[in-house]
C-alpha cells in the first residue's frame, strides 16, 4: 500500500526556520496538504494543493513539493508552534487518503 | 457557523458492533465528499473511509484495516454522516473523527475503546 515517510522529530530553537519533509511516490503526480495537530486537539488544515494557505493560518507557514518530496516550512518558528505535524496525500486512483507517520516539532 | 459533531463511540467488547455519528451544519452537506479519519492512542492519523455525494454517485471507499467491517453511509435529510463498525478489535481502539473533503472542517472526535 502506498506510503507518506516524514520525520519522527524536527527541533529548533524560537526564531529559527523549521523544515518539515514528506516523501511519497505519488507526490509527483499528487497535491500534498499539511496538518498541525496539538495534544488532545483536531487537527487543523495549514497547507493544501502543495503550497495554498488557508484563511487564517499564519504567513510562517508556507509549503512547497518538487519531486516525491513534499516540503513545510515555518519561517521563525514560536513557541505555539509546538506541535504533531502531518503530511497527506492521495493513492494514484484518487480512491485512498494516506497521511504520513507524523513530526514531532519542539520549539526550544 | 460549520459544526461536525460526532457521538456513539464507547466502549465495546471485541467482535461487537458500534455506530458513529457525525452531525452536520453550517454548509451544504448533501454536495459534500465526507471522510472518517482515526487516530490510535499515542499514534498518528489514519484515513478509514470516504463517501462521495449523491450527485456523484454517492460510492464508498475504504482503507485496507477496515474493508469489509465498516460501511460509512449518510443520511442528507438529516445532514449526517454514519460509520457503522463491526468485527471490531482492539487495534480499532482510537479517536475518530468526521472531515470534509477539503479537510477544512473537523469534528472534536469521538473515542472508541474496544477491550474485554
Known amino acids: 500500500s502506498y506510503e507518506l515517510t516524514q520525520p519522527p522529530s524536527v527541533s529548533v530553537s524560537p526564531g529559527q526556520t523549521a523544515r518539515i519533509a514528506c516523501s511519497g511516490d505519488a507526490l509527483p503526480k499528487k497535491y500534498a496538504s499539511w496538518y498541525q495537530q496539538k495534544s488532545g486537539q483536531a487537527p487543523v488544515l495549514l497547507i493544501f494543493?502543495?503550497?495554498k494557505r488557508p484563511s487564517g493560518i499564519p504567513e510562517r507557514f508556507s509549503g512547497s513539493s518538487s519531486g516525491t518530496m513534499a516540503t513545510l516550512t515555518i519561517s521563525g518558528a514560536q513557541v505555539e508552534d509546538e506541535a504533531d505535524y502531518y503530511c497527506s496525500s492521495t493513492d494514484n486512483n484518487d480512491d485512498h487518503w494516506v497521511f504520513g507517520g507524523g513530526t514531532k516539532l519542539t520549539v526550544l | 457557523e460549520v459544526q461536525l459533531v460526532e457521538s456513539g463511540g464507547g466502549l465495546v467488547k471485541p467482535g461487537g458492533s458500534l455506530r458513529l455519528s457525525c452531525a452536520a451544519s453550517g454548509f451544504p452537506f448533501n454536495i459534500a465528499w465526507m471522510h472518517w479519519v482515526r487516530q490510535a492512542p499515542g499514534k498518528g492519523l489514519e484515513w478509514v473511509g470516504r463517501?462521495?455525494?449523491?450527485?456523484?454517485?454517492?460510492?464508498?471507499d475504504y482503507s485496507t484495516p477496515v474493508k469489509g467491517r465498516f460501511t460509512i453511509s449518510r443520511d442528507d435529510s438529516h445532514n449526517t454522516l454514519y460509520l457503522q463498525m463491526s468485527g471490531l478489535n482492539t487495534e480499532d481502539t482510537a479517536v475518530y473523527f468526521c472531515?470534509?473533503?477539503?479537510?477544512?472542517?473537523w469534528g472534536q472526535g469521538a473515542l472508541v475503546t474496544v477491550s474485554s
Open positions: 472531515t470534509t473533503d477539503s479537510t477544512y472542517f
Open positions: 463517501i462521495k455525494s449523491k450527485t456523484d454517485g454517492g460510492t464508498t
Open positions: 494543493e502543495d503550497d
